[in-house]
């Protein structure tokens, strides 16, 4: 598995296959709990930034923290892996 950690001069590879990991964290002053509405946001924007289609991704993982001693933020990481095999 290899991760794109720079995405500059990044080729768009259309049979690739994404695993999109988001870490949401919810810090001072935030009363929205809710992370799950950020996910398309995020992965439009980051997919159409690599131009690859967000289609491509096959696993998404969510995570929620609360830390009320820093500051909301979200933290993505995208990586290539291989494709599923459907039987």
């Known amino acids: ?5 720079n995405a500059t001069g990044l080729e768009p590879d259309t049979e690739a296959h994404y695993r999109l990991t988001m870490v949401v964290t919810i810090g001072k ?3 929205d709990r809710d992370c ?3 996910v398309k ?3 439009d924007g980051i ?3 690599l131009g690859v ?19 909301s933020c979200i933290n993505v990481t995208v ?3 291989e494709p599923y095999i459907l039987a």
């Open 29 to 31: 002053g935030s009363r």
């Open 47 to 49: 997919f159409s930034g």
């Open 36 to 38: 799950d509405s950020n």
């Open 53 to 71: 289609n967000d289609s491509r991704v096959t696993e998404i993982v969510l995570m929620k923290e609360i830390d009320r001693t820093c500051d």
């Open 1 to 5: 598995m290899r991760s794109l950690v």
């Open 79 to 81: 990586e290539l892996t």
């Open 41 to 43: 946001l995020v992965m």
